[in-house]
Structures are given as structure tokens and as C-alpha cells.
């Protein structure tokens, strides 16, 4: 039996009423724009059950067009209730476990989706899940959060932190498994080499950042500031 769109509704409402910067992109997206990123929550439906899960994501800005950008997060993360299991939410019971969650996305998300976030949380929680099984085992995940880190640095101007995250690069892909990292990037001094221009290029790349936020869609969402 499919869900009652009114049920899907309230679901969605609840979690905007509790995350008031958060607009609803589409009903299981909701989403504000903070410097160089989308971030939000997305409410995935379970395969074959009334059920969804709630995940924390995060979506680049500083790609060629609007369409790439939101082609896939470039961090998504997964919210587990208190005894550590993935938190399914069934579509009917949802108000008897929806404070529940949000006290568990509140701690388990440290940045905050009702203000300005600031880079060092950012990156707190960025280097938090390298320690995950499956961000340690793959070399292309990895890449994937130096990326996030390197741009969000380059988009707040602090070059220290540009710097500092090529040198974390540096230092990390001498254990990479480079078969696994050139599947998904490329040759890796090739990929190296375009961050050290991007950083050479900062206007340009603040400039493809804004055209994207003009996108009707994108540009209708509420935003907060990405502090250094």
C-alpha cells in the first residue's frame, strides 16, 4: 500500500520546522546553500517497505553547471539511532520516533544546519569520517573529503587552510591505492595539479560558484555564510 501523500507531507514539514534555514528543494530534499555547498537532509525511501532514513549530505557548488553539481553528494552520511543501528523511520510511526532523530542528528552532525557554519566545524567533521572502515579502505573517498576541504578553504580565502590540505594530500595519497584512485579521478598528479591551479585561480572559481547559486531552483533556497 503506497503512503499517503498527506503523511509524506507532515514528514517533510516536521523536519523543515525543526531545521528553519532548510527549504524544501523537492519533498525528501531539504536543503540551503552555505558558501560553495549545498548542505541539508535528504529523507530516502526504503526499497520495498513504508519506510525512510534520514542522511546528512552534502553537495558541491563549484562544479561546471547546476546539473553536475547535484549529480551526486560529495558527502552523505547516514543517521544511526541510539543502539548504533541505521534509523528507519516508518512512514506511519513517524511523530513516535521523529524527537528521537533529531536529537540523534544533532549529535551525530556537527554543523549546523540552523546557522552560519564556520570552516573549523566543517572540517572537524570532515576529519571525523576519515576514520570510517570504508573511507580508509578507498582511496577515491578519500579524495572525495580532501576536495570538499580544499574548496570550502579556497571559497573562505584562508590560505593557510589551502595549504595545508594539499600538504594533508600530499601526505595521505603515498598510501593510496592508485589503481583504485585513477577508476575515479584520473591520473593523480593530473588531479593534484588542477587543485594547485583552482588555488592559483580563486576569482574564477568564486565566479562559477555564483553562477551555479543563480540557478531558479538553487537561488529560491535559504543560505548561510561559510565562515573562515
Known sequence: MAIDKEIKKRV???WLNSFSQLSAYAQN????VVGSCIIGIELIKLPHSEEYR?????????????????????LMKQLYN?????????YEKHTTYFNDAIECFRKQIQVSLNEHVTLKSLFEFVDSLFGDMLVKSNSAEQA???ELKFYTALYTGNQSQVQN???????ASRNWNIQMF??????????FKELQEKASNRD???????ANKQDKKIAKLGSSELIA
Not at 534520514?54 to 560529495?74: E, G, M, Q, R, T
Not at 543501528?85 to 516508518?90: A, S, T, V
Not at 585513477?182 to 588531479?191: F, I, N, R, T
Request: proline share 5%; hydrophobic share 40%; charged share 30%.
Open 182 to 191: 585513477e577508476m575515479w579521478y584520473g591520473k593523480s598528479d593530473l588531479w
Open 144 to 146: 572525495k573529503l580532501f
Open 54 to 74: 534520514p542522511h546528512f549530505v552534502i553537495y558541491a557548488l563549484w562544479k561546471s553547471d547546476v546539473k553536475k553539481c547535484l549529480n551526486a553528494p560529495v
Open 82 to 90: 541510539r543502539k548504533g543501528l541505521q534509523f528507519n523511520i516508518p
Open 29 to 32: 530534499k531539504l536543503y540551503k
Open 12 to 14: 517533510t514539514e516536521d
Open 165 to 171: 590540505v594539499l600538504n594533508q594530500i600530499k601526505q
Open 204 to 210: 574564477e572559481f568564486l565566479k562559477q560558484i555564483e
